[in-house]
């Protein structure tokens, strides 16, 4: 069987750490026998230029791929008048005209029983009766989600547009020509060189490819670029379906606006003024795109009508069950401590040596590690409350670090990839983050795909300054920090 990059990957770095132990001991045995045997001083030197010469080895590959560090990133909250309740959005799908009793029905019960809450936001187009889901309608809704949310993120960090060097847009169901990409590159006027990605049909997962898209850019090119921003949105005036089959319905139900933008850095001597607050641990990417199955889990297609919608298929959650496992393969020997490496090892034994006495049949494939030890805090698809409890449970995961999903499906609904952003800034917003503390994004999209990025905190504690309301000059922070979408409504959280 084949292994894939990221098990070779792994494998590479594993053998190679254990060589540079291996001549580690070697050496200082070597030391020590020189030391026993009273020979003469200089021979001292052999072994001590040896363990000199394998550190700056491991010194020289481990910064031989550059270090990529988050900036900051800001997550745009709409504007009042775009807040639709549950009671108005059940009405508007009434007086629409566009559903039978049916499909009313199922959308009522289906909103309320996800867990969402009233404050979550529609795009104008949305609002009217009947939505007016034209393409003129969608360019607008992307100009009202992107421009003011990248505002924002050039004057908390300082950068300027022309120093942008990698622009990463990623939108699953929007794909105009020009590209979003390019509207924003035009819109900032950004530098002539600047390289500009736009990812579409990725589903809520194309934040972390998105990031990993800068990345590659950022370690190839660390003379000549600086910086890269990836920008995740969902534009939703072109997703609503207008027909009576209800697995195209659940879009109307979980989907509400947002939208995401993160300034990544392969820089250390970042000015003062404009402190990394991350830094990037691991990605790993992982899909069953190969599967018919999984390829087909989620499809936008017509229906026997002739509308387009998205269609949720029924044996998704299957395929999702398979792509989860393969893909926490991958990711937990990289990022679980030893200890839970080391626990499960032992309870997987333990259980084929039991099964084996017993002479029945290995249930061992039901163990699973411990993956909340993996990082301090944790972002999730926000597909909906059950689910999200039912993903978290299953990698082991408590009420606690499944809050910042659960919650902020309830504030904002499901944003596509933005989401695991407004969930980091959920987590900020309390304060809760530490510098050290690792945060783990996982996202999952069509294909089926599977995302995770690990960040590990290396900015000052929120406590000490955002929350605090100290800016990083100093001063206060309410004229910019405030500005994020959970810093007047975290105080009512969790609900």
């Known amino acids: 069987m084949a292994i894939s990059s990221a098990h070779q990957d792994y494998l590479l770095g594993a053998l190679h750490r254990v060589l540079s132990l291996i001549t580690l001991l070697v050496c200082l045995l070597t030391e020590i026998s020189i030391f026993t045997s009273r020979r003469h001083a200089a021979t001292y030197l052999v072994p001590l230029c040896s363990i000199l010469l394998l550190y700056g080895h491991s010194r020289r590959t481990s910064t031989t791929t550059s270090t990529i560090n988050m900036v900051d990133f800001t997550c745009l909250k709409p504007p009042p008048r775009l807040r639709t309740p549950i009671p108005k ?11 039978d009793d049916d499909a009313i029905e199922f959308m009522s ?3 309320v029983a996800s867990g969402m809450g009233d404050e979550t936001y529609f795009p104008p187009s949305l609002h009217l009766i009947p939505p007016d889901a034209t ?11 992107l421009f003011p949310m990248l505002d924002e993120l050039f004057a908390k960090t300082g950068v300027s547009p022309s120093a942008v060097g990698v622009l990463v847009v990623n939108c699953s169901g929007f794909c105009p020509s020009p590209s979003l990409a390019t509207m924003v590159a035009n819109h900032y006027r950004m530098a002539s060189d600047v390289r500009t990605f736009n990812l579409s049909g990725m589903g809520c997962s194309a934040g972390v ?4 898209v800068a990345r590659n850019i950022l370690v190839t090119h660390p003379t000549t670029i600086s910086y890269a921003i990836v920008v995740s949105t969902e534009v939703i005036t072109v997703g609503w379906y207008n027909g009576r089959d209800h697995s195209k319905l659940l879009l109307n139900c979980t989907f509400r606006n947002g939208c995401s933008a993160v300034l990544l850095t392969n820089r250390s001597d970042v000015a003062a003024s404009t402190p990394s607050r991350y830094r990037l641990l691991r990605l790993v990417r992982t899909n069953l795109i190969a599967n018919d199955e999984s390829y087909r889990s989620g499809y936008r297609e017509e229906d026997d009508e002739g509308i387009t919608g998205f269609n949720v298929g029924r044996r998704v959650g299957g395929a999702f069950e398979e792509v989860l496992r393969a893909h926490l393969v991958t990711l937990g020997v990289s990022v679980l401590p030893w200890r839970e490496k080391l626990r499960f090892a032992a309870a997987f034994l333990l ?6 006495r017993s002479g029945g049949g290995s249930n061992s494939s039901n163990l699973v590690p411990n993956f909340g030890a993996a990082a301090e ?17 299953g990698i082991g995961l408590g009420e606690e670090q499944m809050e910042a999903a659960i919650m902020t499906y309830h504030r904002f609904g499901n944003q596509s990839a933005a989401s695991l952003w407004y969930q980091l800034a959920y987590h900020e917003a309390k304060g809760v983050v530490r510098k050290r503390d690792k945060v783990w994004q996982l996202g ?15 900015g000052a504690d929120d406590v000490e300054d955002d929350v605090a309301g100290v800016g990083r000059d100093g001063k206060s922070a309410r004229s910019v920090e405030r500005r ?9 959280y969790p609900v």
């Open 484 to 492: 994020g979408p959970w810093m007047d409504c975290i105080h009512r």
């Open 109 to 111: 019960k289906a909103v």
């Open 89 to 99: 959005f059940i009405e508007h799908i009434k007086l629409g005209g566009c559903f």
């Open 444 to 458: 999952v999209g069509t294909g089926l795909k599977v995302n995770s990025v690990v960040w590990e905190r290396v």
């Open 377 to 393: 805090h944790f972002c999730l698809p926000t597909t909906w409350t059950p689910m999200i409890r039912r993903l978290g449970r």
């Open 351 to 356: 259980s084929l040596l039991n099964n084996f």
């Open 135 to 145: 393409h003129a309608n969608a360019v607008d809704e992307a100009r009202t989600l």
């Open 209 to 212: 490819v998105g990031v990993d």
